[in-house]
């Protein structure tokens, strides 16, 4: 994506710590156009995850509207991840109540909306389970073109979370993120491969503390939450996820990308969620993914913390 041009985007997500930071990442670059916002259950219910949307559009100041999106993923029976982001899913901090009601829309009604009224191509980042992306591609094949991209958080070419073979989002619904895989679109994918490697120290949560205004100090305590569970795993920082496929769409020099071959794996009794990358190098189908491989861990922790920055001066009552 050139420098200066605007990206039009619908951002869909499971609030949660992570796609709040992703949000916040999103919403401090004028680059991005925010044109709708999406609810999908994953961390939490779709619920709490649709509430914790819209309180976190209140916190940033996007001005888009937001919608609820599906139960559960297309054949699957709704999990959650308590242990993770809490009971309500974005545990932590105050935040303020929704200032906008609900769309009226659902999920799907409204993406296809946005993307039939843009003058232009429009690109999705979803940091949750593809159910909302399937869903619209199998309900609107006529809208495809009228994507110009998808940046996904989810997989892992190496290793699973949830299970071993299976990262989280692509397990809480395979079929969506089959269909997103094999639908031609040009598709980002952040494994865990990157996002393992993307750790946000203690020390860098005080350099956006330090920032001090009401979003730098939100975003902050936001990741002592998230790290206390991965601290009990050993981990050195917090593995920020979700801000992955936000950066890769304006800042894709920070980035290690593959071009390859990936497989939604849908049946196997233990490896029901895996994204199988074809690494062979010969052969094999043609690439379908851009997979982000490494990060520059230094320059994507500036990132957030030149993030946070674009809130100077803005305060909401919490
Ligand atoms: O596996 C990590 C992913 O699952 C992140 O998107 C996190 O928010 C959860 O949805
Ligand atoms: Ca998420």
């Not at 920082?237 to 992955?244: N, R, V």
Request: net charge negative; proline share 6%.
């Amino acid at each position: 994506m050139s420098e200066n041009k605007k990206i039009p985007v619908i951002l869909d997500g499971d609030p949660g710590h992570d796609d709040a930071i992703a949000w916040m990442l999103a919403k401090s670059d004028k680059r991005f156009e925010i044109l709708a916002v999406t609810s999908c259950s994953g961390n939490q219910t779709i619920e709490k995850t649709t509430y914790n949307a819209r309180r976190v559009c209140t916190l940033l100041g996007i001005d888009a509207p937001v919608a609820m999106g599906l139960k559960h993923g297309l054949l699957s029976e709704p999990f959650d991840a308590p242990v993770v982001h809490g009971q309500s899913g974005l545990d932590g901090p105050a935040l303020p109540e929704p200032n906008t009601e609900l769309s009226q829309l659902s999920s799907v009604e409204l993406m296809a909306e946005v993307l039939k009224n843009s003058p232009e191509p429009v690109t999705i980042i979803a940091t949750g389970a593809q159910t909302n992306v399937g869903a619209l591609l199998l309900a609107h094949p006529e809208l495809k073109e009228k994507i110009a991209r998808i940046s996904i958080m989810g997989g892992g070419i190496k290793y699973g979370n949830w299970t071993p073979a299976a990262e989280f989002n692509i397990l809480v619904d395979p079929e969506a993120a089959k269909i997103v895989f094999e639908s031609g679109i040009d598709l980002y994918m952040a494994g865990l491969d990157v996002t393992e490697k993307a750790l946000i120290y203690p020390s860098d949560f005080e350099r956006i503390r330090a920032v001090g205004n009401q979003v730098s100090g939100v975003v902050a305590d936001w990741l002592e939450f998230f790290y206390h569970f991965h601290k009990s795993l050993g981990y050195p920082g917090a593995p920020l996820h979700d801000p992955c496929a936000v950066a890769v769409l304006t800042h894709p020099e920070l980035f290690e990308i593959v071009d390859m071959h990936v497989e939604i794996e849908c049946e196997g009794e233990y490896s029901r969620g895996a994204t199988i990358g074809d690494t062979r190098g010969f052969d094999g189908p043609a690439p379908n993914a851009h997979v982000l491989m490494n990060v520059n861990r230094e320059a994507f922790a500036d990132l957030l913390v030149e993030a946070v920055k674009a809130y100077d001066g803005r305060e909401v009552k919490i």
